[in-house]
């Protein structure tokens, strides 16, 4: 079978030779195989593993995503965020790896956000404290 695993931005895997792949939806844990019926499910956040000819495995975790099966051959994967490795140890730390750097980049977007707000509310004070500015806060 053919897998395609995609992001928005990127193309993850792209394999002609897939024999089996077990992936996880809200009702839980699936495999498929050459010949299997059209299939479309939503996946929960998951890894997704397959095994290739030859025995080689692959493993991709995502963050939710479609996966459809057509005609028991062409096996695709839309997904928003995917992180693929050929060893599930290694697929572990790397996802690890990433949640921190995302955790990091939130945390440094709320930062900046705050430093914007304080900075416009400075502004607005040194506004208002100018001379000839009007207090009263009604209209005229």
């Known amino acids: 079978m053919r897998l395609l695993i995609t992001t928005p931005t990127a193309v993850i895997a792209d394999h002609a030779d897939v024999v089996s792949l077990v992936a996880e939806d809200d009702s839980g844990s699936f495999g498929l195989l050459p010949g299997h019926a059209d299939f479309v499910t939503v996946l929960s956040p998951s890894v997704v593993s397959w095994r290739r000819a030859y025995g080689r495995m692959g493993h991709c975790a995502v963050r939710r995503g479609v996966l459809s099966i057509e005609k028991g051959q062409s096996l695709f994967i839309a997904t928003r965020e995917a992180v ?17 750097a995302s955790a990091e980049q939130e945390r440094a977007a709320r930062l900046e956000a705050r430093a914007l707000r304080m900075k416009a509310i400075r502004r607005i004070i040194h506004y208002l404290r100018a001379p000839g500015a009007t207090r009263s806060g009604g209209l005229s």
């Open 84 to 100: 693929m490795s050929e060893s599930i140890e290694k697929l572990e730390s790397d996802v690890i790896a990433r949640f921190e």
